[in-house]
């Protein structure tokens, strides 16, 4: 597509259930990173695909979050049992490559609202 | 200390002024410096890249980093009421991870 596409755009969800957030990245981009926003807080890495190389986790809060991406492509944050401090945006991104010089381009986002 | 600090605002000022918006950092090995911009319930757009030491202009605006002031800039001239907008700074640690400030959130007043 065009540009980082995600879905949902808006969720609400009761405290207890299972999420599932999507992304898809530009074609042909390699990289893929999923970002947390919360209400006058930074971006907060939670993980990085690149290629068919093993993702860096290191950023995701609790073993309620995990992320896959299949095919190299479309990827799947899922958060577990939601509790209310994971209402934010959850926010994809994508690059051609990793590095300097190198662009990461953002979707939209999917705003979260656990109840 | 977080790695980038940034003032979180809100600015607001009148159309037609100069901007200043600032973020520092905390380590002096880092190289590779971009804001972004973000309209309310958007994603972040990248608005600049700066390698190094110096200033880069496009436009109506100017990206400055001072590496041994570990500080980098961003001015907005002639700022108009589109420009109002959440600005984020942010610096590539390693070969990867970006590292985000807060946003400076900035309205321009008609």
């Known amino acids: 597509g065009a540009g980082v596409s995600q879905s949902p755009s808006n969720k609400v969800t009761e405290k207890g259930k299972d999420v599932e957030l999507r992304c898809d990245p530009i074609s042909g981009h390699t990289a893929l990173y999923w970002y947390r926003q919360s209400l006058g807080q930074g971006l907060e890495f939670l993980i990085y695909?690149?290629?068919?190389?093993?993702?860096?986790k290191s950023g995701l809060p609790s073993d309620r979050f995990s992320a896959e991406r299949t095919g190299g492509s479309v990827s799947t944050l899922t958060i577990q049992r939601t509790q209310q401090e994971d209402s934010a945006v959850y926010l994809c991104a994508s690059s051609q490559r990793q590095g300097s010089g190198n662009t990461i381009y953002f979707g939209e986002g999917s705003w979260l609202t656990v109840v | 200390q977080k790695e980038v600090e940034q003032d979180p605002g809100p600015l607001s000022v009148p159309e037609g002024a100069i901007v200043s918006l600032n973020c520092t950092y905390s380590?002096?090995?880092?190289?590779?410096f971009m804001w972004y911009r973000q309209y309310s319930r958007k994603g972040p757009e990248l608005l600049m890249y700066?390698?190094?030491?110096g200033n880069k202009e496009d436009g109506r605006f100017t990206a400055q980093v001072d590496k041994s002031s570990k500080y980098i800039s961003l001015f907005i001239r002639d700022s108009q009421p589109s420009d109002s907008a959440t600005y984020l700074c942010?610096?590539?640690?390693?070969?990867?991870?970006?590292?985000f400030g807060t946003g400076t959130r900035l309205k321009v007043l008609a």
């Open positions: 695909f690149q290629g068919n190389s093993a993702p860096d």
């Open positions: 942010a610096i590539l640690g390693g070969t990867y991870k970006y590292i």
């Open positions: 380590n002096s090995a880092f190289q590779y």
């Open positions: 700066t390698y190094s030491s």
